[in-house]
């Protein structure tokens, strides 16, 4: 079969009656046909469109809008197709969408019965309902590779707390830290980012069906059985709101691009670690590549490629939000176009964070390259804070310790080496003991505060981080 020919064979006829077509009098234009197709992209659905057909079967059954032996026998259907779409979806098929698709299937097995089916239900309520059933399997996914995420990166922090590197700011050597306070630095926000995701399934987890179009169901649906057939934690107030909210779409969008741009950071963070011109660390072969042309080149590409995801995540948010602020009142055919961005950036996050925790297990720390980058000049603040602690004011500090740091410059010395008269002539708080201040451990542990980091406050940070991945919070210790 030639490619025109498959390409047609795809394609549904537009000659042929739609499910909704009875207001029609022509048939569909071809130029339509493939404009108003979805089934590529909503046919992930229909495990959900079956589970939502199933529970309006048996609530129509139980409002008596079907006797008993009907809704018997639409549930046996519908069972029958799920069967069948286990073993594959249809090649080729001639429906618009994987509603259309299923109650096509189910006329085939229950003849003239399914369309009793879609009685009280439009597409706007079963699509929304479909979506987010899909999204509340997904956002549980997530959130366990979120926690085995977050794990890894805590294994990591464990494993770093007695190495000493550089801290950056402005890309620039600022102070000492341990590893393990910048491995933690890269938890937090991901910790955040699984309260935002698990605040998406919360908005997610409200039921549209049962709403109709925009203006409810006329029979007596009790919506409050649908609810618990179908697991959702409540149900939508206002049926026009209902059929037209994406607003927790674009909540699990935004998590999902905040979550993005943080495994990005990560990301650059491993890339610059990896270089020869930091060589902090090592990346593992099983994520790294070679060159196609330089035979000695070590390519940290998991890290690259997570940060060129990150792009991908804040479009799928940007697209969803100029999609949805000039909608008018109600469903509108636009909203078509949510699915694609939301199936994205779950598809693709749930690709990231396996590679990411990868990484991390097998990452290797190089301290013999950490100690050759650390610079004295590292330690200028906890020369101010020296002064600081003889009751020299920091202002006044912080300018002696700048003309220290000039003089060291011009003469090409290490602060360590400058002579105690050096140090008096710029400023005569100086005294012999000063020199204690050039050990790596003492100005790492200086810092003991909450959230330093010296040993005790790494080691809390590491056990709240536990506590957090334990309860899924985020915020609470």
């Not at 309902?129 to 999204?135: E, I, K, V």
Request: hydrophobic share 45%; glycine share 10%.
């Amino acid at each position: 079969m030639s490619r025109n020919e498959q390409n047609e064979a795809a394609t549904p006829d537009p000659s042929a009656k739609a499910l909704w077509g009875g207001r029609f009098e022509g048939a569909m234009d071809p130029a339509m046909v493939p404009l108003n197709l979805s089934l590529d992209v909503d046919a992930r659905l229909w495990r959900e469109d079956i589970r939502g057909s199933r529970a309006w079967a048996r609530g129509l059954g139980r409002a008596g809008v079907l006797t008993g032996d009907e809704a018997d026998r639409l549930v046996a259907g519908l069972e029958a197709v799920e069967a069948r779409l286990e073993e594959g979806l249809p090649v080729d098929p001639p429906d618009e969408d994987i509603h259309s698709l299923i109650e096509r299937l189910l006329g085939e097995e229950v003849g003239a019965l399914a369309g009793k089916l879609h009685t009280g239900r439009s597409r706007n309520d079963q699509v929304a309902t479909d979506m987010r059933l899909w999204a509340l399997s997904r956002l549980d996914l997530l959130d366990a590779e979120l926690a085995l995420t977050g794990e890894a990166l805590l294994a990591f922090a464990e494993r770093s707390v007695d190495l000493v590197i550089p801290g950056y700011t402005h890309l620039q050597q600022g102070q000492p830290v341990r590893a393990a306070h910048w491995a933690l630095s890269h938890l937090w926000p991901l910790l955040r980012d699984r309260d935002r995701l698990r605040l998406a399934r919360r908005a997610a987890a409200v039921l549209p069906l049962g709403c109709g179009a925009l203006a409810g169901c006329p029979f007596p649906i009790d919506r409050e059985f649908l609810r618990r057939e179908l697991g959702f934690d409540e149900i939508a107030r206002n049926s026009m709101d209902a059929v037209s909210d994406r607003d927790w779409m674009a909540e699990l969008l935004h998590g999902g691009a905040l979550l993005g741009v943080h495994l990005s950071r990560l990301g650059e963070d491993l890339v610059l670690f990896a270089s020869r011109e930091f060589g902090l660390l090592r990346v593992p072969d099983g994520f790294s590549t070679g060159s196609s042309l330089m035979p000695q080149k070590r390519n940290p590409d998991v890290g690259e490629l997570i940060r060129g995801k990150a792009g991908r995540f804040t479009g799928n948010l940007m697209s969803l939000l100029t999609l949805l602020k000039g909608l008018p009142t109600g469903y509108n055919r636009d909203l078509q176009e949510d699915k694609r961005l939301v199936f994205d950036t779950v598809d693709q996050l749930l690709l990231v964070l396996p590679a990411v925790r990868g990484t991390l297990a097998g990452a290797e720390w190089r301290p013999d390259r950490a100690a050759a980058l650390l610079s004295e000049e590292l330690l200028a603040t906890d020369l101010a804070d020296y002064l600081v602690r003889r009751g020299v004011p920091f202002r006044e500090s912080h300018e002696a310790i700048g003309r220290v740091v000039a003089t060291c410059e011009r003469e090409g010395c290490a602060l360590s080496a400058l002579p105690l008269d050096r140090y008096r002539a710029l400023h005569p708080a100086f005294d012999e003991d000063l020199y204690s201040v050039f050990e790596w451990e003492s100005s790492v542990e200086s810092r003991a505060a909450p959230g330093g980091t010296a040993r005790v406050a790494v080691l809390d940070q590491i056990e709240a981080a536990r506590r957090r991945l334990a309860t899924g919070d985020g915020r609470r210790g």
